[in-house]
């Protein structure tokens, strides 16, 4: 079946503009987190939801930061007045029960590569 | 100092060789350990994942974890050029749906 998807994959923006990238869950998964991904980095958590509750937002940077599950499926992150620090690779990755014992395999997109100029 | 430690490499091998790879981390409330592969471009693939201490193993996959000592490592047998990629250790405080925390990844390359 299909797995999870990101759009773009690859976005250049200006110093100042607002970015928007979505993430499309495997279907039927309840939990949908977000990762940032430096250049030569381990992924680093930005935010979690469970359907549409953000249930944790403790790993977003600053509040130019916003991500949205409207209807507990589809995700957009958003940055707002982007800066050249934000240019990474932004993960999404989905999970099917956030509630199950044990631990939940987490499925990863390929990932969205922001660069900053 | 970051919660969890991971050489970075880059690790050359030669083709067949048998691969160790680790990570040490400071909070003893990590539960679930797990090891990923990310190739270029892509994003992470679950490989093992261990629940507390032990080990576990899966085709040419071990992976250990020593809570004692908090260390936890991967071996690779029989070592392939396919298994070039970046490996990276996650782990989780508690189980279901809770954020990853990852090392900085080990860019392995098997050469022929």
């Given at each position: 079946?299909?797995?999870?998807?990101?759009?773009?994959?690859?976005?250049?923006?200006?110093?100042?503009?607002?970015?928007?990238?979505r993430c499309d869950p495997i279907s039927g998964h309840v939990s949908l987190f977000w990762?940032?991904?430096?250049?030569?980095?381990?992924?680093?958590?930005?935010?979690?939801?469970?359907?549409?509750?953000q249930l944790d937002k403790s790993g977003l940077p600053s509040d130019r930061f916003f991500a949205e599950r409207p209807e507990g499926s589809v995700s957009t992150l958003k940055i707002q007045r982007t800066q050249q620090e934000d240019s990474a690779v932004y993960l999404c990755a989905?999970?099917?029960?956030?509630?199950?014992?044990?631990?939940?395999?987490?499925?990863?997109?390929?990932?969205?590569?922001?660069?900053?100029? | 100092q970051?919660?969890?430690?991971?050489?970075?490499?880059?690790?050359?091998?030669?083709?067949?060789?048998?691969?160790?790879?680790?990570?040490?981390?400071?909070n003893s409330a990590f539960q679930y350990f797990m090891w990923y592969r990310q190739y270029s471009r892509k994003g992470p693939e679950l490989l093992m994942y261990t629940y507390s201490s032990g080990n576990k193993e899966d085709g040419r996959f071990t992976a250990q974890v020593d809570k004692s000592s908090k260390y936890i490592s991967l071996f690779i047998r029989d070592s392939q050029p396919s298994d070039s990629a970046t490996y990276l250790c996650a782990m989780t405080l508690t189980g279901g749906g809770n954020k990853l925390t990852f090392g900085t990844g080990t860019q392995l390359k098997v050469e022929l």
């Open positions: 079946g299909a797995g999870v998807s990101q759009s773009p994959r690859y976005k250049v923006a200006k110093r100042g503009q607002d970015v928007a990238l990762y940032q991904q430096a250049l030569g980095q381990g992924p680093e958590f930005l935010t979690y939801f469970q359907n549409e509750a989905s999970s099917l029960d956030g509630l199950a014992g044990g631990q939940e395999t987490q499925y990863f997109g390929p990932g969205t590569r922001l660069l900053v100029l | 970051k919660e969890v430690e991971q050489d970075p490499g880059p690790l050359s091998v030669p083709e067949g060789a048998i691969v160790s790879l680790n990570c040490t981390y400071s």
